[in-house]
């Protein structure tokens, strides 16, 4: 009788069956590691957001804080490299919404849709403050945590909804 080479249909649903068992452990995993680094990438955004606005405020004082991410970015042009009150090119063009985007007012990046919003400048009165934010595309799957900054600088989050001004301060 000739030997058959080759494997049984038994031991091939077994290196399925192992595979599959590696694969349940291993995504939960991935999944939290990317929401991590959403959350990561949110944090150091609204930073860039903070430093971005003091150097506007500091640049047109006559304007005071932006209170929209279209003005602290490169504006519709992608090409434009003159920085005006307007479109102040202290953020690249994902965070400072280039394009199409600006005038919605948000911008999407790594999962977290961020927004910037305050009291507009007067002929006389500057902008005296801002309020930015990040909140996750879709919660508990490009994010858990919501967060929020301020003139103040202090980078706050909330668990379950938007974060204001009243939430806890990240350590």
């Given amino acids: 009788m000739r030997k058959q080479k ?4 038994i031991e091939l649903l077994i290196v399925v069956a192992i595979i599959l068992i590696i694969a349940a452990i ?5 999944l939290r590691s990317r929401i991590a ?3 990561a990438s949110a944090v150091g955004s609204l930073r860039t957001i903070n430093t971005a606005e003091v150097t506007y405020a ?9 209170v929209a991410l279209g003005t602290l970015g490169p504006g519709s042009s992608a090409g434009n490299t003159t920085a005006t009150s307007t479109n102040a090119i202290l953020l690249d063009g994902v965070l400072g919404c280039a394009g ?5 007012g948000t911008c999407v990046k790594s999962g977290y849709t961020f927004a910037v919003s305050g009291t507009a400048a007067t002929a ?3 902008a005296p403050t801002y309020q930015s934010t990040a909140n996750p595309v879709t919660v508990d799957q490009t994010g858990k945590r919501f ?4 003139a103040s600088g202090v980078i706050r989050y909330n668990a379950t909804t938007s974060a204001t001004s009243l939430d806890t301060p990240l350590q």
């Fill in 26 to 30: 291993a995504i939960p995993n991935l």
């Fill in 6 to 9: 080759g494997f049984s249909l």
């Fill in 147 to 150: 967060f929020y900054s301020d």
């Fill in 58 to 66: 500091s640049t047109y004082p006559a304007q005071g804080f932006a």
């Fill in 100 to 104: 199409a985007t600006a005038s919605a």
């Fill in 37 to 39: 680094a959403n959350e």
């Fill in 124 to 126: 006389t009165v500057p």
